[in-house]
């Protein structure tokens, strides 16, 4: 079956950098985007950026621009998420989230576990 | 950026009651907005895509409906499974997909 699965949790000092993994199974890795979207405690979801597995062209969220980096291996059939610069406000749940499309129409499925990133000094 | 409002924040509400949840766009976004429903602990799970349109093994008595800049989901009668935090999402604006604040569907 089609599955995301994600690196385990991490505990970061402010001004450290994380990086995060999704490893994919179930489908072929190249024909479909990745996103990347975070939870803080009790927040809304947040899209932070993505990227095109097929050809690695990315797209980040303007608030994120300059701090993350989404890539892929694809022979790991892995993607990647870097968030460098951490401060006590990234504090969160990090999820990888498969873009799945019915003609013109997008939307998010599969979704990781998610991965708790705390960043406390 | 687009950016999406849901109301409410909160709602409470019985087993077997109708629930609607509103869902508003900071421009047209046309038919391109997806739902999901999240529990805790767990990741996003979407239920509808093109405002209206049903995932495979998702429970008909949710439904969503709307275009433009305004969007309902609709759970007909709540089962217990349904309380969660319910989130729209718009997919007009590629690849950026933003998402509202969150509705928490809370037990009275």
């Known amino acids: 079956q089609v599955q995301l699965v994600q690196s385990g949790a991490e505990v970061k000092r402010p001004g450290a950098s994380v990086k995060v993994s999704c490893k994919a199974s179930?489908?072929?890795?190249?024909?479909?985007?990745m996103h990347w979207v975070r939870q803080a405690p009790g927040q809304r979801l947040e899209w932070m950026g993505w990227?095109?597995?097929?050809?690695?062209?990315?797209k980040y969220s303007q608030k994120f621009q300059g701090r993350v980096t989404i890539t892929r291996d694809t022979s790991a059939s892995t993607a990647y998420m870097e968030l460098s610069s951490l401060r006590s406000e990234d504090t969160a749940v990090y999820y990888c989230?498969?873009?799945?499309?019915?003609?013109?129409?997008?939307?998010?499925?599969?979704w990781g576990q998610g991965t708790l990133v705390t960043v406390s000094a | 950026d687009i950016q999406m409002t849901q109301s409410p924040s909160s709602l409470s509400a019985s087993v077997g009651d109708r629930v609607t949840i509103t869902c508003r766009a900071s421009?047209?976004?046309?038919?391109?907005l997806n739902w999901y429903q999240q529990k805790p602990g767990e990741a996003p799970k979407v239920l509808i895509y093109?405002?209206?349109t049903l995932q495979s093994g998702v429970p008909s008595r949710f439904s969503g409906s709307g275009s433009g800049t305004d969007f309902t989901l609709t759970i007909s009668s709540l089962q217990p499974e349904d309380f969660a935090t319910y989130y729209c999402?718009?997919?007009?604006?590629?690849?950026?997909?933003?998402f509202g604040q969150g509705t928490k569907l809370e037990i009275k």
């Open positions: 179930g489908y072929t890795f190249t024909n479909y985007a």
């Open positions: 093109d405002a209206s």
């Open positions: 989230a498969r873009e799945t499309t019915a003609g013109t129409w997008d939307w998010f499925d599969p």
């Open positions: 999402q718009q997919s007009y604006s590629t690849p950026m997909y933003t």
């Open positions: 990227i095109n597995a097929g050809n690695g062209n990315t």
């Open positions: 421009q047209s976004i046309t038919s391109y």
